[in-house]
């Protein structure tokens, strides 16, 4: 069992800038892919950003030179840096852990971006 806490989140001026991480219990991180997702209300949970094991990373397209992924196997730790913020980027931002099986989520970390 993996447990994920997110951490973060909070209220940015459109423009802004938010540092997202997400730290994972267990000695295997290395083997999971790690993703971030957000779920605006009354919409579906999407993926924003993913990167592998070996740190193959791949974006949404509405987050490309925006967000930035990011892992630090040695402290158990994944992280999103989010730059420009905009309004459409407002929020519950979740982590995910994907591998050896196994598919886990944290309990999600809210991003509020408005003026």
């Known amino acids: 069992q993996v447990q994920l806490v997110e951490s973060g989140g909070g209220l940015v001026q459109p423009g802004g800038s938010l540092r997202l991480s997400c730290a994972a219990s267990g000695s295997l991180f290395r083997f999971y892919a790690m993703g971030w997702y957000r779920q605006a209300p009354g919409k579906q949970r999407d993926l924003v950003a993913r990167?592998?094991?070996?740190?193959?990373?791949n974006y949404a397209d509405s987050v490309k030179g925006r967000f930035t992924i990011s892992r630090d196997n040695a402290k158990n730790t994944v992280y999103l840096q989010m730059n420009s913020l905009n309004p459409e980027d407002t929020a519950t931002y979740y982590c995910n852990a994907n591998g050896l099986g196994h598919n886990y989520w944290g309990q999600g970390t809210q991003v509020t971006v408005s003026s």
């Open positions: 990167i592998s094991g070996t740190g193959t990373t």
